[in-house]
């Protein structure tokens, strides 16, 4: 049996514009996920998905006829997506399903699936290291987006991520400021779809060639801050930017006006976690209000 793991991932700066090639800060998790893959000789691929808690949530057969083509019988929308990723690795890898070869593969997370950590990157990146093959193209052929989630799972450290010319460029980076411990991630309870926020962000850049200069010096900003009060001006800052860029309020003016820290949104507004600056008994300000996930900076970051 061969085994392959990737971690998760957050986007800390950037969001949207990573896809028009700006700046992006993304630091991988401690949170992953694994992929074990068995052979069989039953001209199958048997799918088995399991939660972080053991249960096995999704199973699906795929049968590979004589031709190589791959068909399943299962109509969900799960099992829809994982045979255009199969297909998709059958493209880039033709030899991968032979006649007479199948396969068993058990993909399981270490965090809940609505928590947003790239549930779906981390799949891509396991999935492409066992077929060897670009993780990038890959993602190119199947989810789409910018890809610096496949980066960050590729990586132990931090990055700084940016297309140039449609290209994936990565820097490795360190994050860790003097105030790392009055950082926290909280959890909004409900997850965003990437694929539905990069539409909605293409809709408004659709006609534009955005400059992306300030944008930039505030992720490299941000990386660099070492004062904690800079920090959350910086904040501050970059909800404001990309609060203009995609027509929607920052998410402390709309949810949490009366916080006295700093709040972020991260990756695709609307969903998943948010940094928020404090100490631990301010969380409590979340938690009465219904967000219990909450998570120290240094329990989350790899």
Request: hydrophobic share 40%; proline share 3%.
């Amino acid at each position: 049996m061969q085994t392959f793991y990737r971690h998760g991932k957050l986007l800390i700066s950037a969001e949207y514009a990573v896809l028009d090639s700006a700046l992006a800060l993304a630091l991988p998790t401690k949170f992953g996920q694994s992929l074990s893959v068995e052979s069989n000789s039953e001209n199958t691929i048997l799918w088995k998905s399991i939660s972080n808690e053991g249960i096995v949530w999704f199973e699906a057969v795929f049968k590979i006829d004589a031709t190589l083509k791959i068909s399943t019988s299962n109509s969900s929308d799960i099992a829809i997506r994982l045979l255009q990723v199969l297909e998709a690795l059958q493209l880039l890898n033709p030899t991968l399903f032979k006649v007479h070869n199948g396969y068993v593969l058990t993909s399981t997370l270490e965090f809940p699936e609505n928590w947003g950590l790239g549930s779906s990157s981390t799949l891509i990146n396991n999935l492409a290291q066992w077929a060897q093959v670009d993780a990038f193209k890959l993602l190119e052929l199947t989810f789409g987006g910018s890809g610096f989630d496949i980066a960050c799972a590729q990586e132990d450290s931090g990055i700084l991520y940016q297309l140039k010319e449609g290209e994936p460029t990565v820097k490795i980076v360190k994050f860790s400021p003097p105030f790392i411990e009055s950082l926290f991630f909280v959890h909004r309870n409900q997850k965003q779809n990437s694929r539905d926020g990069i539409a909605y962000y293409k809709t408004l850049t659709a006609d534009q060639s955005p400059d992306f200069y300030e944008l930039n010096s505030l992720t490299l900003e941000l990386l660099n801050c070492t004062d904690l009060k800079t920090f959350e001006s910086l904040i501050e800052q970059h909800e404001r930017y990309i609060s203009t860029l995609i027509q929607q309020p920052p998410l402390k003016e709309a949810m949490f006006s009366d916080y006295e820290g700093a709040i972020k949104s991260l990756g695709a507004w609307g969903g998943d976690f948010f940094l928020a600056t404090g100490n631990a008994d301010a969380m409590a300000y979340f938690k009465s209000k219904g967000y219990s996930t909450v998570v120290p900076f240094l329990e989350m970051i790899l």
